[in-house]
């Protein structure tokens, strides 16, 4: 199987290094061009900028959400790109955003949680795409609880 690009998607959270280091290797040995996709729920969004129009909340999250991204990007040796993508129907918008950026493979890790439910869970079977779920390791967030 040839990919020409294969898309990840990210939360920003500081424990996703690891994924993304597993994408940027799997992009490298499949010579395919990454992009990185962090999506977030339009509502968290308004919630946290009332006094902000549509478009202008949308540009300020954006910006804040690449500087957060960055710090996860730093130290990868592969050029990347990086899009972010607020959305309220993640099916629906997800879909129209892949069919504007044809992308081979999807990304998704095993804890990127939305809403209240699996992200992976609620996207397979439901997109034009082939979905892998990247399993992430719980020992992080196991030894910080407790």
Do not use: F
């Not at 490298?28 to 977030?40: I, K, R, S």
């Not at 504007?100 to 034009?128: C, E, F, I, N």
């Amino acid at each position: 199987m040839t990919l020409s690009r294969m898309v990840l998607l990210l939360e920003g959270r500081e424990d996703e290094q690891a994924t993304l280091t597993k994408a940027y290797q799997l992009a490298q040995g499949m010579n395919a061009e990454l992009c990185l996709l962090h999506l977030v729920h339009g509502s968290r969004v308004r919630e946290r900028n009332p006094e902000l129009s549509a478009t202008e909340c949308s540009a300020s999250h954006a910006l804040g959400a690449k500087a957060g991204i960055s710090r996860l990007m730093a130290g990868q040796s592969q050029a990347v790109r990086y899009e972010n993508l607020v959305v309220d129907d993640v099916v629906d918008e997800l879909g129209d955003w892949l069919t504007h950026h044809p992308t081979q493979l999807l990304l998704v890790g095993s804890r990127h949680r939305w809403m209240d439910g699996s992200l992976a869970r609620l996207l397979l079977y439901k997109l034009p795409v082939d979905i892998q779920v990247c399993h992430e390791p719980w020992q992080e967030s196991l030894k910080a609880a407790g």
